[in-house]
């Protein structure tokens, strides 16, 4: 964003908590108090991210999520122009560096699938989440975000999401045909689909709100005769009740054996034993 090398220097540090038992809030707490204290020594804080746990990811949220970048602001122009950029900012424009769920405070997967999966994990099990109000797939959002469907062409003729007039802060690009079925490393099945009942067939629902939908929307329709079209079946539900009861759980990186660096082997020669010998 500048030619100027010196502006892109900074110092790094680690905030780690107390007894790991803190909440998020009181976390928040204890990282506002170094923010402070860098503020005071003159030094500005330009971003901050967490390690992934979901404590860190919540405080976060405290930290960051306060207010829309104002357009007045001097990293505006430069990043305004990203469609996909997180503009929610905390006090002096701090940004988040990794985009957490506001809803668990754990971090949002960049994966399409694993971010339908992690977003699709709260509509049925999370009891924060009202179904009837239709949050959305992809952010959970009420009645802000739109997505709309049209017909495929040559060998991708079925559905797929109309991109061009559909709008999400957390737009991915979903292979309908791909997304739309059940399977043992993509278990998530919501998508949007188009209501029976709507009058503009352009209206969509997502798969998972369909039974809130029908209960809210279109109370005369019978929910036992179309149980097919808004049940999660088992293994799906099973999947997903499990992504659900790890979502806190952070993975650890396996290495491989044959990728593992060779041990550090220090000759006698330069041990440090070698400093308490006496001469």
């Given amino acids: 964003m500048s030619e100027d090398h010196r502006l892109y220097s900074a110092l790094p540090a680690l905030i780690s908590g107390q007894c790991g038992r803190e909440s998020g809030r009181e976390h928040a707490a204890v990282i506002q108090t170094t923010l402070d204290g860098v503020a005071k020594s003159g030094l500005q804080t330009i971003s901050i991210t967490s390690d992934g746990e979901s404590r860190r990811g919540e405080a976060l949220i405290h930290l960051t999520f306060k207010k829309h970048l104002e357009t007045t602001s001097p990293i505006y122009p430069a990043l305004s122009i990203l469609a996909l950029m997180n503009l929610e900012v905390g006090d002096n424009d701090k940004l988040l560096r990794k985009k957490p769920c506001s809803y668990c405070g754990g971090e949002l997967p960049e994966q399409p699938q694993c971010l339908l999966k992690h977003i699709g994990a709260h509509i049925p099990f999370d009891p924060k989440v009202d179904t009837t109000l239709e949050p959305c797939g992809l952010c959970l959002r009420l009645a802000q975000c739109a997505f709309y469907l049209k017909k495929g062409r040559g060998a991708q003729n079925g559905q797929q999401i109309n991109y061009k007039n559909s709008h999400c802060p957390s737009m991915v690009r ?88 060779a041990p550090l082997v220090v000759s006698a020669a330069h041990s440090l034993c070698l400093t308490l010998v006496e001469p």
């Avoid at 279109?218 to 979502?247: C, G």
């Fill in 174 to 261: 979903l292979t309908y045909s791909i997304a739309e079925k059940s399977m043992m490393a993509s278990p998530c099945s919501n998508m949007p689909m188009k209501c029976l009942w709507y009058v503009e067939a352009a209206l969509v629902v997502w798969q998972y709100n369909l039974k809130g939908h029908i209960k809210s929307k279109h109370p005369y329709v019978s929910l036992p005769d179309h149980e097919s079209l808004w049940k999660i079946r088992n293994t799906e539900r099973k999947a997903m009740r499990s992504k659900w009861d790890d979502r806190k759980k952070v993975k650890k990186k396996r290495v491989s054996k044959s990728k593992a660096a």
